[in-house]
Nanobody, 125 residues
């Protein structure tokens, strides 16, 4: 069983930045597609970003495009989410997700095999 551990969440003021990390306990991490999702109180879990195993292809939700950047360091079995120009509506629990086979419909949470426990991001107004 692959374990994913998120870190880097916290409290920030609107307009600020945070960098989330997701560390995987799996040496085949380099072949996983990796995604980030978020869930705000009272709302469904939503896709945020995904990066293919090669690292050369990324996709973002329209709500974060231009502000967030997903990247990975396969040598460290870690994926990152750099979040800039944060808004109060970005407040949510952020989850890291992994796909062994590679996602086809990357916005669909069912495409992913493993999930972290989440890290809270709170953006003050």
């Amino acid at each position: 069983q692959v374990q994913l551990v998120e870190s880097g969440g916290g409290l920030v003021q609107a307009g600020g930045s945070l960098r989330l990390s997701c560390a995987a306990s799996e040496r085949t991490f380099s072949r996983f597609d990796m995604g980030w999702f978020r869930q705000a109180p009272g709302k469904v879990r939503k896709f945020v970003a995904v990066i293919r195993w090669s690292g050369g292809t990324t996709f973002y939700a329209d709500s974060v495009k231009g502000r967030f950047t997903i990247s990975r360091d396969n040598a460290k079995n870690t994926v990152y989410l750099e979040m800039n120009s944060l808004k109060p509506e970005d407040t949510a629990e952020y989850y890291c997700a992994a796909s062994r086979q590679g996602v086809i419909n990357y916005r669909d949470s069912y495409e992913y095999d493993y999930w972290g426990q989440g890290t809270q991001v709170t953006v003050s107004s």
